[in-house]
């Protein structure tokens, strides 16, 4: 019966951290935001950072597996627009290279027309 009495604490205690860890999680992606607009507050900073020292270290390395995630999911997201912005520029090579040949066939017709 005490054990079941313990896991649920720690179940509760878990979860509880996990929440914390979200809204920390939130928190210093709005900061990032802030400090990159110059907006951030001093209390502000402060208390990410003190919510930062109660994390544990398993919550820390949590949040950095999921930020990582995060990155190379970003990074996969851009190659894929790099390459669909360069067939977009391809496309737009063939298109003005079409336009100048049929600028130049126009210049012929209009040559022989005269």
Known sequence: MDEQKVTKHKDTKASGNSSAADGLR???????GMLGNGRSSV??????????????????????VDETKEADRLRLENRRLRRELERCRADLDKTASLDSVIARLEQIVIRSGS
């Open 26 to 32: 939130n928190g210093l992606r709005k900061m990032g």
């Open 43 to 64: 209390s502000e900073e402060e208390n990410l950072h003190r919510d930062l020292k109660k994390l544990t270290r398993t919550e820390l390395l949590e949040m950095l």
